[in-house]
């Protein structure tokens, strides 16, 4: 279990973290029941966490694979000219394409998640990045993801959950109008009531009740799930770049198996040359442990590692575009 530094969380808070993160939409007497709480305890905890910064969102997470898009990343190094720097953020922010992005130090000082329907468009999106800010980029990667597990907060508590699956094959989930604006409400505000949902979007709560489990059942919706700021509580998140020598079969559910058996993994994700396994950890140290145990386990698939620590992580309003063009 990670030592929390920052601010300070009892059993019952880590409890509640963890269950909120497995599905933020969890009901509130089950909540309690769970962190052994009265209802206005776990309420009170909530706010608390929320207010003190600890807990910076509740996110539906959504799959743009089955809603006919594809992922792809991009690595940038930079000049260190803060203004320049500033402007693409905004860019990114602000541009419709990206899907997520975070700040990094090591080997990457920005990585970001964008999204196309095609090849072909994401080599014109890359272009167009390139001709508009190449003065600044260093150095720069690229890769397709291919799929993500995404994992519970599991070092709060240090209990092994299995992973949420998202990415994958391509598909296109028909959505109509009111799936749309359901999407666009719950996308950054997971917890709303089914009852104000369905006001907002002029329908009643059973029908929209149904579409949600629709959307969960198509794998549109993946999860309901928290935002952690992991410097409020002294911890810090690493992104390790795993170089392969190979990657047969037997390897694949053996590194995942060892993964999947940390509880500071967060995601596991595989594009198209390389894995990305992330950590939550105390400091580097500890990261840096986890890293040459993996390599001992795995000499003969495991070239090389590239680490960045994560200073942002961040969901952004390409979210919007993507549920309106759908």
């Not at 009901?27 to 776990?42: E, G, H, I, T, W």
């Not at 090849?119 to 390139?130: P, V």
């Not at 999947?260 to 396994?277: A, V």
């Not at 070239?303 to 549920?323: C, Y």
Request: glycine content about 4%; charged content about 30%; aromatic content about 12%.
């Amino acid at each position: 279990m990670v030592e929390i530094k920052g601010i300070k969380l009892d059993k019952a808070d880590r409890v509640i973290l963890a269950e909120l993160d497995k599905n933020c939409r969890v009901p509130m007497k089950r909540l309690a029941r769970l962190a052994r709480k009265s209802r206005q305890s776990v309420e009170y905890r909530i706010r608390r966490l929320v207010e003190e910064g600890v807990i910076t969102g509740f996110n539906a997470a959504i799959n743009p694979h089955k809603m006919g898009y594809k992922l792809y990343k991009l690595y940038f190094q930079l000049r260190n000219v803060p203004s320049d720097k500033k402007k693409l953020l905004d860019y990114l922010r602000t541009s419709g394409i990206v899907y997520w992005m975070g700040e990094c130090d090591g080997a990457w000082d920005l990585i970001f998640a964008v999204y196309t329907k095609s090849d072909y468009d994401f080599y014109e999106l890359k272009n167009r990045l390139i001709s508009k800010f190449g003065r600044i980029i260093v150095k720069r990667d690229w890769g397709m993801l291919i799929d993500v597990k995404q994992y519970p907060k599991m070092y709060f508590t240090d209990k092994i959950s299995p992973p949420t699956e998202f990415a994958g094959g391509i598909a296109n989930v028909k959505l109509d109008s009111l799936d749309r604006a359901i999407l666009s409400m719950i996308v950054n505000d997971a917890r709303i009531p089914i009852t104000k949902l369905a006001a907002g979007v002029k329908s009643t709560p059973s029908r929209v009740a149904s579409r949600l489990e629709r959307m969960e059942r198509e794998r549109v919706i993946i999860q309901y799930r928290i935002g952690v700021d992991h410097s409020r509580l002294g911890l810090e998140f690493y992104k390790a770049i795993v170089h392969l020598d190979r990657y047969t079969k037997e390897d694949q559910r053996k590194v995942l198996a060892y993964v999947s058996s940390l509880p500071n993994t967060q995601y596991f994700i595989r594009d198209i040359w390389n894995l990305e396994p992330e950590f939550v950890v105390n400091n580097y140290h500890e990261y840096y442990k986890i890293i040459n145990e993996m390599k001992a386990q795995f000499p003969q698939v495991i070239r090389n590692v590239e680490s960045a620590l994560m200073k942002t992580d961040e969901w952004t309003p390409g979210f919007k575009r993507i549920i309106s063009e759908v």
